[in-house]
């Protein structure tokens, strides 16, 4: 009972991981309608952003996550309106195309500059953690489920309420419509893309302090958020977070009960199941 | 159109031809590689191309090798496999197909070595590798692959020895191992071992490589009060593996792991965290070790390290002594004929920075896994076959006692 | 009707040159072994098969598939099991594979056709994923190492597929085979079925056809066609191996065709065929490759929007009418 107690505890903090992860991919698929193969790359550099700044400026991890979100945001700003508004209504095949060959050069950058080794942001808090009885809470971990929860929760009220998120969500849903209302869509392109890379970028600084960076821990990252964008759904931010949790659960459970190698298995399966049956995703509506 | 197409068409091809063509330089002896420069094991691939490139300029700053009555130099034709199996295999038969390498160095990693080492069986051209220790390799009656690295089923085997004599003794294992060629094989080696020697497998879990998330399975380690964990892994698995160890509190008297204890990556990434943590080298680079060229493995050691700013591990060692094997080899046989070196490499017996180089019957060297622990932020030599080196520190203090 | 004479006039030209330059095409190949390295060569045939494969049902069809790589790599492994556990000839390996990847295309096509777009691309990609990690667990695949060392043996008893150059024309009839019968494909009334789906599918249901069983048929052809192809390759490597069930092998066939131009006959091919020639010089000259095919395909998406066949033959239209008018 204990074990299935911390079983849960760790999916859960998983899940919350997961969220932050593809928050920003589900956006921007959402909005732009651009799946963006290189989402990973952007985490990975995020991460590396974050390391180091705590690692040569000495800025801890968690306070550095507006710093690098903010960096970040700028970088995928430009590259939306240097590149990637060429093609922002071109065929979905192209998108797919031009984020890959992105990942790819990301990827090759990222090595050439901070070498192959493997990055840890290590504070003196990230081992730490609160024992409930016989449960554990690893800190970082609870500390990065608040965050995904914050980030969450304020992307759903920005778009809910904001005049820019309001903006945005009419963009997303007519682009004609939006126009009319005085709505400059290349500057909300290239806002939404910022965002969805400022979110990446945070969810990096996350990933270094419960796991540790390297240049290709880019692609693994993407097809993840993938499947949780897909399972939780586009339209709402909230349902990305649903996504996370029932992913990081299931991956627990699956260790668990069946076998540490079935976790990948699992999620693809409850993906197919979720693709065939809830198509716009748990929280989407239906279609 | 098209025709611009087929013009375009053409001039790729040609520019393939040319590229493809580049001729090696006479009068040398060419060693060919392909290893993995870049991609997720670039990171222990270097150890590879460094190592390789380093001896043979040592060996020609020596004035090279002399063959018969001819006095050669070596070069290295290397390629980068991007870490993708398939492509190594391709290049591979490249080298020996195309460029007419003389001799084939290995790839890192046992799952690129069994690939790679069906093309060098199947050209004739002896191929030594110190990257993949899987018995597989071995147990397929091959005559051209040679192996430098301690068959994989026997890393744990010191350990086991060494678990034996631990005061007080431990009872109850965890053994956990990735789903890979080398690390299947370790398991399989390990099993027996534990058995023999009384131990209680309270987990036996394998897992899939790259996995980032061990939450679950720590949590099942410490409901199972196990204390002994043994992790046949990769690197980054057993990085995230302590790390959130640690986060969980899990702390069993003895942890010790297949990679990464021994390199000076792993230490830097964990900091404090990777004290106590037990691993096992094949090598340590110590003065007794004497080397023809190098003089001994300490120097090898300084030198590798002043010119590319790390420190090598058992790796680097390995790929080292596979160069060497191929020159003592080519001087031995007195000849550049690939069947006659595959001869004298069998028959080699000699003593390197690496270790006494000498292979078995079925072309893997067998050399006994020093135990070491990582003591004081320092690697520390604990147990070898002779028995205990220093003393280990065990039991290993819950996390927040130390 | 002055539109219409016009473009038959362009098409019998057009058909008339692309009938020479497919004779031509097909004498380069039966030349090319004396030039260029077979094995090489037999890599670009198998992978320009795969592509046109794929084509069939992205570029005709309109369905992005994400998980042809279970159909290349399933087929390699049924081959290379059947030749070299059974002791198979080689013909039967290659109808064995290609057969089990026409059954796995029945599987995969059956669950995805009932949705579109991306979420189509995403069950396949899914499912492909779990057949990747049945390979990784299934006894038979050998896990990572795969199966190694496939004897080539000889083709109906007689020819010897060990000397280069048997292998070589054998691979080249069979990619001749497989593009032929694609060819015939979209050519048939059944494919104007297709790209009539492609072009509007609701139009094509109101028409009353059951566009279900259309999509999930021209599923099953390239799946039974990119599983020939796989099956080819297993016998040209003498393995398979996980490489070939990845993602990143169903990447690699979409970038192909894309790259080459989809909906075209000669595009994929010609994608497959830069694409391996990159893959083998880049990967063989000691330069960046990973970063060059990153760039390339940057810039070929911002450049040749259709793909590099495809944006030739819209400037050549283009060119052409606007010539005619003037």
Known sequence: MDLLAQILINGILLGGLYAVMALGLALVWGVLNIVNLAHGAFIMLGGYLSWHLYTYLGIDPFLGLPITAVVMFGLGYCLQRGVLNLIVRAPMFNTLLITFGLEVVLTYLAQMAFSADFRTINPSYAGSNI??????????????????????????????????????????????????????????????????????GAAGGLYG???????????????????????????????????????????SLTVLYIGATFGDVASFGVLVLVLIVRPSGLLGKTA | MSNRTLRLAGAILGAAAILSCAPAMAEDIVLGASVQLTGPVANTGRYYRDAYQFTIDKINEAGGIKVGDKQYKLALKLYDNQSDVNLSVRQYTQLVSQDKVNLLLGPFASNFALADSAVSEKYQIPMVQGGGASDQIFSRKFKYIFGTLAPASNYFGSTVSMMKELDPKPKSVAL??????????????????????????????????????????????KN???????????????????????????APKFYSFTVGVPSEDFRKALDKDANYAFGMTAWLPSAKLKDKWFG?????????????????????????????????????????????????????NFDSLYGTIAFGENGQIDLAQTVIQIQDDKLVAVYDAKGFVEKPKYPMPAWNAR | MAETTLQEARATGSARLEWALVAIGIAALIAAPFFFYPVFLMKMLCFALFACAFNLLLGYTGLLSFGHATFFGGAAYFCAHAVKVWGWPPEAGILLGTAGAAVLGLVMGFFAIRRQGIYFAMITLALAQMFYFFCVQAPFTRGEDGIQGVPRGHLFGLLDLSQPHNIYYTVLGIFLIGVFAIWRIVNSPFGMILKSIRENESRAISLGYSVANYKLAAFVMSATLAGLAGATKALVFQFAT?????????????????????????????????????????????????????????????????????????????????????
Not at chain 1, 212 to 238: H, V
Not at chain 2, 235 to 249: D, G, M, Y
Not at chain 3, 291 to 302: D, H
Request: glycine share 10%.
């Open chain 1, 131 to 200: 024992a409930l009885g016989p449960v554990v809470i690893p800190m970082a971990r609870l500390m990065a489920f608040g965050v995904a929860v914050v980030l969450t929760v304020g992307m759903w009220l920005f778009l809910l309420h904001s005049r820019l998120g309001r903006a945005i969500r009419a963009t997303a849903q007519n682009l004609v419509a939006a126009r009319l209302y005085g709505v400059e869509p290349r500057h909300l392109y290239a806002m939404t893309f910022g965002i969805g890379i400022g979110l990446a």
């Open chain 2, 296 to 348: 001994d493995a300490e120097t090898f050691a300084k030198e590798y390290k002043a010119k590319f700013g790390y420190d090598p591990d058992y790796h680097a060692a390995s790929g080292a002594a596979d160069v060497e094997a191929l020159a003592q080899a080519l001087e031995n046989a007195g000849t550049l004929d690939p069947k006659a070196v595959r001869d004298a490499i069998a028959k080699l």
């Open chain 2, 224 to 250: 199972a009060n196990v204390d002994v964990v043994l992790v046949a892994g990769h690197e980054t698995e057993i990085l995230n593996f302590v790390r959130q160890a640690k986060s969980l509190s899990v």
């Open chain 3, 242 to 326: 996980l490489t070939d069930v990845t993602w990143q092998m169903s990447g690699e066939v979409i970038l192909m065709t894309l790259l080459g131009g989809i909906g075209t006959m000669v595009g994929p091919i010609v994608g497959a065929g830069l694409v391996v020639t990159l893959q083998n010089t880049l990967a063989t000259s000691g330069f960046p490759v990973t970063i060059a095919t990153g760039l390339i395909f940057m810039v070929c998406v911002l450049v040749f929007r259709r793909g590099i066949v495809g944006e030739i033959y819209a400037r050549l239209l283009t060119s052409v009418g606007t010539g005619k008018k003037e």
């Open chain 2, 176 to 221: 956990l191992y990735a789903d890979d060629a080398f690390d299947v094989s370790v398991a399989e080696g390990t099993r027996p071992l534990l058995k023999d020697a009384g131990f209680t497998i309270a987990l036996d879990e394998r897992y899939t490589s790259n996995a980032s998330d061990f939450n679950s399975l720590l949590s099942q380690i």
């Open chain 1, 209 to 251: 302090t419960v796991s540790q960076i390297d240049p290709y821990i880019g692609a693994t990252l993407t097809a993840k958020s993938f499947a949780i964008a897909i399972i939780g759904g586009l339209d709402n931010p909230l349902g990305v977070l649903v996504g996370g949790l029932v992913l990081g659960i299931i991956e």
